[in-house]
């Protein structure tokens, strides 16, 4: 059979709580939208958009949610099916370590969570039959301290076969991660023997002689000469300050990141600024984010967010796995690790804790708490303005 078309069904408007248009939310700040068609055409394919299955006239025909992200890796893999079956066909991958990770579950049914809204599809044929793409993982792992993980380390595998439904901010986050960690270095890992595979674990000498060999920093960038960047990507006019920390992370366009900030596995939209001596990990920020005194890991940031002294809480003492909200309801995560996610132009004041998986609505500003210090017994009989006071 030959597929010359793929169609995109437009029936998801926006993004879980964000509400941003779904196909414009941001991936290593391009657009679904963007990637959907770039993967679709490297596959020498058409995108064509409908609104109504009814609308296809066409005897076969492959078709997507468009909340869907996928990698070319899956699109070739799900054709090579297609050529091998002569029946409907609903796509999903298999539970393992990977998948685990990066692409977080759509549904609180087992059985169901690795199935996807992508079909090939024959009219005639009304039986639907399950596909597991088959997928090849690299191993990887980050060393974490027993009192955070049994194991003593946290899963990063690396694979170039990847599909999610962006149901929620942090399932935008995820997709994020993988597009910064695991889909730019996979490529690199399919070049190197088995027995020379361990060559590249995160503490050996010679991967951060090789992440400095691939940074790509843009122009007029003002690094500091102490500043320590390796395996990043740099856009223009970034400023990185004094004995900074940037490793294996996304910078935009205008960025800030000051004196002493560790930042390590994120994506930071344009004109972001980072704070001195702060410290941000596997976090995703919208353009023009403020983020002071962190750390700060797990987590999204909206546009134009601001966030004060807050700790976002993002671990359970008994090590269970997290709970988030998605369009779908309260679902687990899957994840030992989880943050917040911060709704575009809200801001919280310095003190406040925020629970692990909570999202933060937009436009929400959540002041400091009421345990905070703003009256002393000398300034009962000030001339001080009561109501700069209650600001706090």
């Known amino acids: 059979m030959k597929i010359k078309q793929i169609y995109r069904l437009m029936n998801h408007n926006e993004l879980f709580s964000f509400n941003d248009p779904i196909q414009e939310v941001p991936i290593l700040e391009k657009c ?7 993967t679709v055409q490297k596959a020498e394919l058409q995108i064509v958009d409908i609104h109504d299955e009814s609308e296809i006239s066409d005897p076969y025909y492959l078709i997507f949610d468009n909340n869907i992200f996928f990698s070319y890796e899956f699109l070739k893999k799900a054709l090579a099916e297609v050529k091998h079956k002569n029946c409907s066909i609903q796509f999903g991958i298999e539970q393992n370590r990977f998948n ?41 792992s980050l060393t974490l301290p027993r009192q955070l993980m049994k194991t003593g380390e946290l899963d990063y595998d690396q694979c170039d076969t990847y599909i999610t439904t962006l149901l929620s901010p ?42 400095r060999m691939i940074n790509k920093i843009g122009k007029k960038c003002k690094i500091h000469p102490t500043a320590i960047v390796e395996g990043c990507i740099i856009g223009d006019n970034v400023i990185i300050g004094a004995n900074a920390v940037v490793r294996l992370s996304y910078i935009g366009d205008g960025s800030i990141v000051e004196d002493h900030c560790t930042i390590l596995y994120s994506v930071l939209g ?28 797990f987590s999204i940031y909206g546009k134009n967010a601001a966030v004060f002294a807050t700790i976002n809480c993002d671990f359970r003492l008994d090590q269970k796995t997290m709970r988030i909200m998605t369009q779908h309801g309260l679902m687990d995560s899957g994840q030992q690790f989880m943050g917040i996610a911060v709704g575009h132009k809200s801001k919280i004041g310095g003190g406040n804790i925020i629970a692990p998986g909570r999202i933060v609505p937009n436009d929400y500003w959540v002041p400091s708490p009421k345990s905070i210090i703003t009256e002393f017994p000398a300034e009962k009989n000030s001339n001080l303005n009561k109501d700069s006071i209650d600001w706090y």
């Open 270 to 297: 344009s004109n972001t600024c980072i704070s001195h001596n702060n410290l941000i990990v596997a976090t995703m920020c919208y353009e023009e984010v403020y983020l002071i005194h962190g750390p700060y890991q």
């Open 32 to 38: 679904l939208s963007k990637w959907q068609e770039e």
């Open 170 to 211: 942090f399932h935008l986050l995820m997709v994020n991660m993988y597009m910064l960690v695991s889909h730019r270095f996979v490529k690199y890992r399919k070049r190197i023997p088995d027995r020379f595979q361990y060559l590249v674990h995160d503490r050996a000498p010679v991967f951060f002689r090789f992440l």
């Open 100 to 140: 685990n990770r990066f692409s977080l579950p759509n549904s609180n049914d087992i059985d169901n969570s690795r199935k996807y809204n992508f079909f090939f599809k024959l009219k005639e044929d009304t039986e639907l039959k399950q596909v597991k793409i088959s997928q090849k993982a690299y191993t990887s």
